[in-house]
């Protein structure tokens, strides 16, 4: 693994767009990203992408369904295909260039002003026809089997387009993007969008269900399409004209026809007064039969071949050759086309972030490049679209500690919290509105999280391998400026080397001193507190809760300063209504079980402190009381005590180089403790 302070010097050029198949660039650099990877994305609910429920689409990519997400929150304020396109590449690559954040926080600004609102009304409903153009799109186009439908996206688009940038000109002056829509329109789309309309026919290709060309667009073409609508009297006449001449009396009916492959032919379908078994006539060349109507090759049919042919391919054949020349203008000119759909992406995909701020009340961060997350009434963008919400704040950094310690019970809302400030933090950096009354963030370099995520076995990992695995890399990746959120590290393993392993992390992050990153960790392990070393960088909070008479619970959601003493995860499966039996059967096992432990503290319980302090002074001093006291159950007690402390000193002054080493020793002293 390649260190990212290394990488952050090394220009690595992303490519953020590669949706119209390599038409238009668009680089950054790597060091104005924000580095997060899949499993954040996961756990905070950024992108969700689900298989299709049907067997017979499942695993394909193109069906795959956006669960509840923030990508689904925007996107259903998009309004075209290219918009989402460019809300998925914006989601994939947040950034902390403060002078790109600020022009879009602007735009939407400038949306959510109401002397705006005909502004934004005219942009939504030119953008629902700005439709994906790429170079496979112009190739359908350009083929044989080309249908009207294509050249109707690509006259729409140019239309559409030439529209915004007449909208954005008015207010070029306010916005940059405006400007940049403006100047990227020019005369040579004009000139696209009046060839479109001077050649193809729209309403005449619906009604005939294939591409048609304009009248006067080609005096060939014209004069071809005359014969086609003249060509039924045309045949009427031959037909009767090979009646009279050549067919004998016998012969009451015919018709003049043309077969694709064949030609012109003669068909004889009446006959007085029935058809004779003999089929050769003279002057005629007999070909088929079919349902006794005779077909024949005639002097006018012939003819017919010779002069008229297969109109239907002529008029399919110059039509073609007139598109092709409309394509090859088009083509010259697609390159500012697409740049044109990449602004018009991008302000799409702006409109829905102010349509979200307008509907959920969000606010405009101040995002800036000071070591700050000042969040007042912070909310979760998707719980609270559900829910009633109740808003917490966020301070770290600026004064404030960078390590929050949260301590609470079962179903709380630690998670939920840890999740919000996850997002909140991604929002200000993708250049959106915030769900807050105010928000203050210090532009981040990373989002680290170690959260709970969907087990599978083709991992090859338990859920615990995959939480150190996260922490690892929150520990090796993560800068001054980065933001790690971590969730029941101790969850998956023994409780003694759960809080260990907790305690050694947070102790890592505080050995940083100043340089220590913003970290948020959730944990119901109260016992990890006497082994964190004391520094003002650490602070602990829990979430209020009420124990009403019949003992059932009331959380209240709202944070607070201090720290939990119980999970109440009793509470909690009467809440999901567990059965009741099950219930009493484990309030039994937990009661037993803290009697036990209890045991460990008796000498502390029964004697005061400054006596078990005296008596551990005068055990080497006076043999004798040792003697008489040594049958006694404190004497016992206090030795048991003192060699306990003995042993914990000794480990305590021992400095360890890893993270492993700081974890066995906590594990080391709670064993100790225990087997007092």
Not at 183 to 209: A, H, L, N, P, W
Not at 250 to 272: E, H, Q
Not at 299 to 313: F, H, N, P, R
Not at 324 to 330: A, D, G, N, T
Request: aromatic share 8%; net charge positive; charged share 20%.
């Amino acid at each position: 693994m390649l260190d990212t302070h290394i990488i952050h010097f090394v220009y690595i050029y992303v490519c953020i767009w590669w949706y119209y198949n390599g038409a238009v660039y668009k680089t950054i650099p790597s060091h104005d990203l924000v580095m997060m990877d899949e499993d954040s994305y996961k756990a905070l609910n950024i992108v969700q992408v689900t298989d299709h429920p049907s067997l017979l689409k499942f695993g394909k990519t193109v069906t795959k369904m956006k669960g509840v997400s923030l990508f689904s929150l925007f996107n259903g304020y998009c309004h075209s295909r290219p918009g989402v396109q460019f809300l998925w590449k914006t989601l994939h690559h947040p950034t902390r260039n403060l002078a790109l954040l600020e022009h879009r926080f602007n735009v939407v600004e400038f949306f959510l002003d109401p002397t705006n609102q005909s502004v934004v009304e005219n942009l939504s409903s030119c953008l629902k026809q700005v439709y994906r153009l790429n170079n496979a799109v112009l190739t359908c186009c350009s083929g044989p089997q080309a249908k009207a439908s294509n050249w109707y996206k690509v006259h729409k688009t140019v239309s559409r387009l030439i529209s915004i940038a007449d909208i954005c000109e008015e207010h070029a002056e306010q916005l940059e993007l405006f400007k940049r829509i403006a100047e990227s329109v020019t005369t040579e789309m004009q000139y696209v969008k009046y060839f479109i309309e001077y050649i193809v026919d729209f309403g005449e290709s619906r009604r005939e269900g294939k591409l048609v060309v304009r009248p006067n667009v080609d005096p060939l073409l014209d004069e071809l399409d005359h014969v086609r609508r003249t060509l039924p009297e045309l045949l009427t006449r031959m037909g009767e004209k090979d009646m009279r001449e050549h067919l004998p009396p016998s012969v009451t009916g015919c018709n003049m026809l043309y077969l694709p492959n064949i030609g012109y032919v003669l068909a004889i379908n009446k006959w007085n007064p029935t058809p004779p078994e003999d089929v050769t006539l003279p002057n005629l060349e007999f070909k088929f039969s079919i349902n006794q109507v005779h077909y024949y090759k005639s002097s006018s049919a012939k003819e017919l071949d010779e002069t008229v042919g297969d109109i239907v391919l002529k008029i399919a054949v110059r039509q073609n050759h007139i598109m092709q020349k409309l394509v090859r203008y088009v083509r010259k000119h697609t390159g500012k086309i697409l740049q044109a759909i990449q602004l018009c992406a991008e302000l799409d995909t702006l409109l829905a972030f102010y349509k979200a701020a307008r509907d959920y009340n969000y606010t405009r961060p101040n995002v800036t490049d000071s070591k700050i997350l000042d969040v007042t009434e912070g909310r979760h963008p998707l719980m609270e679209c559900a829910t009633t919400f109740v808003p917490n704040h966020v301070s770290s950094g600026n004064g404030n500690s960078l390590i929050k310690l949260l301590i609470g019970p079962n179903s709380c809302g630690k998670s939920v919290y840890l999740k919000q400030i996850g997002l909140i933090v991604f929002m200000a950096h993708i250049g959106s509105y915030v769900p807050a009354t105010s928000a203050t963030i210090g532009a981040v370099t990373h989002i680290l999280t170690q959260m709970s995520n969907t087990e599978s076995i083709a991992l090859n990992a338990s859920s615990f391998l995959q939480n150190v695995r996260q922490i690892n890399v929150a520990l090796r990746a993560s800068t001054p400026n980065s933001v790690v959120i971590t969730d029941e590290l101790d969850r998956g393993t023994s409780e003694t080397s759960g809080f260990s392993l907790v305690a050694a992390v947070l102790n890592a992050f505080v050995e940083r001193g100043a340089d220590c990153p913003h970290v948020f960790v959730a944990t119901h392990a109260y016992t990890v507190l006497p082994f964190l070393r004391r520094s003002s960088l650490i602070e602990c909070q829990t979430f209020e809760y009420t124990i009403n008479e019949d003992e059932s619970v009331a959380f209240l959601y709202r944070l607070t300063n201090g720290s939990a003493t119980r999970s109440l995860a009793h509470h909690v499966a009467r809440i999901s209504e567990l059965d009741e039996d099950v219930v009493k059967r484990a309030l039994e096992v937990g009661l037993e079980s803290r009697t036990i432990r209890s045991v460990s503290t008796t000498c502390f319980n029964k004697y005061p402190i400054e006596n078990v302090i005296n008596l551990i002074a005068g055990i080497r001093k006076d043999q004798t009381r040792r003697s008489t006291l040594d049958q006694s159950s404190t004497l016992r007690d206090v030795r048991r005590f003192s060699r306990t402390v003995t042993r914990t000193r000794t480990r305590t002054r021992t400095r360890t180089p890893t993270f492993a080493n700081r974890a066995g020793r906590c594990f080391q002293v709670e064993t100790n403790r225990r087997s007092i």
